[in-house]
């Protein structure tokens, strides 16, 4: 071969190579990553993405990329032998004259593996999340690379960085992905369904096993409009996987389970204290009663839809299901919105929601979740959920050798939830320093006491607003139309509402020093948020075990409603202890039997999902196909 020529072969190795290390196996494999994720974004409507590629990768020469490679590491030599020879007396010169001349290419060690492995890592990033998105008129499946780089993906987003051969393979693995081929598959489906619009986008995560895959895939294509019903059965089966692998007869389990049993959607026409009729939307999600009798509570907020119906009953379903108690899961509520509104207003609504209600419930078929002083002679139940999320973070840190006392706690919600978490944070000598509502939050300092807490209850008791705290405590700073996540902590307590925790807000807490998420509200952190409280090994308290307490003590109270004996605060309060422990060990126990260690940022997420779903799965094979 004359000199300066390449070898065609080695060429041709180059690009194998190159294709082999982003096309072998799964992406998860060649990315050295717990998992990957895939964003899909608004882009152009183009199914000829592996076509194109096929077309970039024919245009780039492996023998011309090399070649030039070649010739600029020879000039580099020449020129730096021209600069020896300005300086060095002839004796040197002919001595460097007679050292062999540079090994070739293929000679040399191949340094370019970290620079790969970097890239690779990078790029991995690129393949994030996927979403929902309008598109002339109707609903397509689009990823951030289509997004933000061109639909044909002609360029790479990290620059030079890689060969251009390995840029472009790695956009012809992208466009075969198999998550890829299913948002062009949805594309075209979209076409000739009329999807229903989206307030929201939906977002998805690349599974690991084709089982677990396959699953989200069946819920995407029944119901792709229902995001925040996806985002919780991702999470669940997230957990599961290892489950699906050891056993997998639960895989068909897992499918019927995720069908709610029965959907009761009604309309509830109320009028206001003018006399003017308003028209709101009802429901009742009897999820599973594998394991007994429908019980689950009523939620009303302006977000409620059939999605968020479906999400918060199959919540309640795995939280009932970690009890010891026999009950199913069941959850209800309406898009009727009770702030600002009058006393009477809200009890016509009530009234004519339960007229329509009514013929679903009773006490040996649905029941709700919940509490009165004047019905069952305690509180116990309207507080208990509450202080159980300060129960259970006190169990968790004394696991490890730690205490509440003196932690600096970030607080979101006003509601019942928040306030009672925040109660029970200063009677173990927490530090709570933020209240939030739906216009902003109050944050001090200095932290709350037994006095300011009394004024924040009646402030709320009076439907005013937080900043009403300021005018007694100047030195606390009222936030308008923001979250409490910015402030430093050492534990966050998301109360208020599903997905209030997000992308940014996870960021602002990881640089604030927060350590524990304790989540008071169903799922309250975003997909993206979880992927980076996950990476940045934050330690997340799911709501399925943090909110035991509230169903665990109603559970209680029905059995003390059939004695004549009535437990004191102080009892049920010991009761309400002995359960977090017990749930925390249940928890862990589960995640560690497949293989979440104690140390996992997840691993009580994990555990919680597993112990819940084995209850109700074993139940259900049980009764058989049913």
């Not at 399925?544 to 059939?562: E, F, P, R, T, Y």
């Not at 994990?606 to 058989?624: C, D, K, P, W, Y």
């Amino acid at each position: 071969m004359a000199e300066g020529e390449m070898n065609p072969d080695l060429g041709i190795d180059l690009l194998g190579q190159a294709r082999a290390m982003h096309a072998a196996g799964d992406v998860h494999r060649g990315m050295g990553v717990d998992e990957i994720d895939l964003e899909i974004g608004p882009g152009d409507d183009d199914h000829s993405f592996a076509h194109a590629a096929a077309q970039a990768l024919a245009v780039v020469s492996p023998h011309e990329d090399h070649h030039h490679h070649l010739q600029h590491h020879q000039h580099q030599h020449q020129h730096q032998h021209q600069q020896q020879q300005d300086v060095m007396d002839p004796h040197h010169i002919v001595a460097l004259q007679q050292l062999p001349p540079p090994p070739l290419l293929k000679e040399q060690p191949r340094k370019k593996k970290k620079v790969v492995k970097k890239w690779r890592d990078e790029w991995a990033d690129t393949y994030k999340w996927a979403y929902l998105s309008v598109h002339e008129g109707t609903h397509r499946i689009f990823c951030s690379v289509c997004k933000e780089y061109g639909r044909k993906h002609r360029r790479n987003p990290y620059g030079n960085e890689g060969s251009r051969n390995m840029q472009m393979s790695a956009l012809e693995e992208h466009n075969n992905s198999l998550l890829h081929k299913e948002a062009l598959r949805l594309q075209l489906a979209s076409r000739d369904k009329g999807v229903t619009l989206l307030e929201r986008p939906i977002y998805f995560k690349a599974l690991l096993s084709k089982s677990a895959e396959s699953i989200i895939e069946a819920i995407i294509r029944r119901d792709p409009y229902e995001g925040e019903f996806i985002q919780a059965v991702q999470e669940v089966v997230h957990s599961l996987e290892p489950v699906l692998s050891k056993h997998p007869q639960y895989i068909h389990v897992l499918e019927r389970m995720l069908e709610p049993e029965r959907i009761i959607q009604f309309r509830v026409p109320w009028s206001d204290d003018k006399g003017e009729t308003h028209i709101s939307r009802g429901f009742r999600l009897q999820f599973n009663q594998a394991l007994g009798h429908y019980k689950g509570g009523l939620c009303f907020h302006p977000s409620i839809n059939l999605s968020t119906m479906k999400f918060l009953a199959l919540e309640q379903t795995l939280k009932n299901a970690l009890t010891i108690l026999s009950i199913g899961g069941a959850k209800g509520g309406s898009d009727f919105d009770p702030r600002g509104k009058s006393d009477s207003e809200v009890l016509r609504f009530c009234q004519s929601f339960m007229e329509e209600l009514y013929r679903y419930i009773g006490p040996n078929q649905v029941s709700f979740t919940g509490g009165s002083t004047c019905w069952t002679g305690s509180s116990s139940q309207i507080s208990a959920v509450g202080y159980g999320l300060v129960h259970l973070a006190s169990v968790i840190l004394a696991d490890s050798n730690k205490e509440l006392r003196g932690l600096r706690c970030v607080v979101s919600g006003s509601g019942k939830v928040a306030m009672n978490a925040l109660e029970k944070l200063l009677l173990f000598g927490a530090i709570p320093v933020t209240i939030s509502d739906s216009k902003g939050y109050i944050y001090d300092e200095e932290g709350f006491d037994g006095m300011k807490f009394g004024l924040l209850k009646e402030i709320k008791g009076q439907q005013k607003s937080l900043r009403e705290y300021t005018k007694k405590y100047p030195r606390a700073r009222y936030c308008e139309d923001a979250k409490p996540w910015n402030e430093k902590c050492d534990i966050a307590f998301p109360c208020a509402i599903h997905n209030e925790l997000n992308h940014a807000d996870a960021l602002a807490l990881i640089n604030g020093g927060c350590q524990i998420i304790v989540e008071g509200s169903d799922m309250p952190c975003t997909a993206q948020a979880v992927d980076v409280l996950r990476k940045a090994k934050i330690f997340v308290v799911p709501s399925k075990a943090a909110n035991i307490g509230g169903v665990s003590i109603a559970g209680l109270d029905v059995a003390q409603s059939a004695t004549p004996i009535q437990w004191s605060s102080d009892d049920l309060d010991f009761r309400l202890q002995e359960i977090a422990k017990t749930i925390y060990l249940r928890c862990m126990r589960a995640a560690n039997e497949y293989g979440y260690a104690k140390g996992h940022p997840e691993c009580l997420v994990h555990g919680a999902n597993i112990a819940s779903f084995l209850r109700v799965a074993q139940a259900m094979m049980e009764q058989g196909c049913i």
